[in-house]
Nanobody
Framework: QVRLVESGGGLVQAGGSLRLSCTASGRTFRRYAWFRQAPGKEREFVAVITWSVGSRTYADSVKGRFTISRDNAKNTVYLQMNSLRPEDTAVYYC???????????????WGQGTQVTVSS
């Protein structure tokens, strides 16, 4: 059984930083990603990393501010978020999947989400 558990969300002022963690159990997938969803909006791709190689891709909205990484020994994926803005406020989800694109449908397993709130 595959399980992804996010942690590290919280309330932060604009310009601040947070680090999200996603601990994975079960089978190892090829790719691990972060998505986010704000109220009334579609789920949005944030970043993706390959488990074995560590290649990374970011959404334009977070390039230069967010960093996705993984610790293979700890079975954990991280999202370091710097220079946070109020528009970054959303529930952040960890996802895992195989070959494909960066649409939510391209990922097979999802965590429960963790709330990130950025105040002005």
């Amino acid at each position: 059984q595959v399980r992804l558990v996010e942690s590290g969300g919280g309330l932060v002022q604009a310009g601040g930083s947070l680090r999200l963690s996603c601990t994975a159990s079960g089978r190892t997938f090829r790719r691990y990603a972060w998505f986010r969803q704000a109220p009334g909006k579609e789920r949005e791709f944030v970043a993706v990393i390959t488990w074995s190689v560590g290649s990374r891709t970011y959404a334009d909205s977070v390039k230069g501010r967010f960093t996705i990484s993984r610790d293979n020994a700890k079975n954990t994926v991280y999202l370091q978020m710097n220079s946070l803005r109020p528009e970054d406020t959303a529930v952040y989800y960890c996802a895992a999947g195989g070959f494909g694109g960066n649409h939510p449908r391209d990922f097979d397993s999802w965590g429960q989400g963790t709330q990130v709130t950025v105040s002005s």
